[in-house]
């Protein structure tokens, strides 16, 4: 199949981008149910754990039957029909959408396909859906691509692809992404080992908030891996992420706690930490939890 010359490529996207915005005027539905996610929604964007679907709902159906034809409509109505959880509503909009060719849609049915969420989980469709919204530089899309071929879901595993969608994500900006080509400059998938690349894609996610990263960061300087090993910087970043609930991270600071790294020992503040972590499934942290139990009670 002939591909089309880089220019046109870029004009293509520009002209769908452009017709996608301007499709229908601003509505309720745009306040409530837009999304921070997709480079051409009007107004703020929602973050999704932030949308409130009893209000979402109902402004996007009135949205949707006053303009029947709007992918940026259609898509908000199905977002929001899946905060609340209702998957075949959710589907059915996300699909009307993706036909029409609205990327961030696409990548919303790839998550769908991913999740097992309103259909049977199928890798193969959701590397489809993900490669269509990647394809028109969706930076989600190409995040989500990129683990795909990272852990070989419905695609052969190939390092060198993930490295490559990570890359294309994490330049826009992603922090997902930075994060994931962090890990593959850390263990040397795909790409040349490089610690030094590896924290600063790590430092890039973590200065915005992105906990994993912010973990990711504190194991450096816990190890001393490409900078001098320094517990007091491992304690502040595992904290950071610890606190927005990242379970791997409350893991970790448990440890430092048990092992007297960077903090005095405190067997009552690991467990804690292990709690919290178990509590998430983290069978690691119970596992670590139950035998910092029986050491506090004298038992072998």
Known sequence: MLKRPAAICVLTLFLSTNAFAQDAPVTDCDIYAASD??????????????????????????????????????????????????????????????????????????????????????????????????????????????????NGHGVPQDYAQAVAWFHK???????????????MFENGWGIRRDYSQAIAWYRKAADQGNAGAQNNLARMYENGWGVPQD??????????????????????????????????????QAAVWYRKAADQGLELAQKHLDELNAKRQGRP
């Open 37 to 150: 996610q997709d480079p051409q929604h009007i107004g703020v964007g929602v973050p999704f754990d932030k949308m409130n679907s009893a209000l979402a709902i109902p402004a996007c159906e009135a949205a949707v039957r006053q303009y029947p034809n709007s992918s940026r409509l259609t898509y908000q109505l199905g977002r929001a029909y899946y905060k609340a959880n209702n998957f075949d509503a959710a589907l059915a909009q996300f699909r009307k959408a993706a036909d029409q060719g609205l990327a961030v849609a696409q990548a919303s049915l790839g998550v769908m396909y991913e999740s097992g969420h309103g259909v049977p989980q199928d890798y193969a469709q959701a590397a489809a859906w993900f490669h269509k919204a990647a394809d028109q530089g969706l930076a989600v899309a190409q995040a989500n691509l990129g683990v795909m071929y990272k």
């Open 169 to 183: 994500a994490a330049d826009q900006g992603n922090l997902d992404a930075q994060d994931n080509l962090g890990g």
């Open 231 to 268: 517990y007091a910087q491992a304690i502040a970043g595992y904290r950071k992420a610890a606190d927005q609930g990242n379970a791997v991270a409350q893991y970790n600071l448990g440890l430092m706690y048990e092992k007297g790294r960077g903090v005095p020992q405190d067997y009552t």
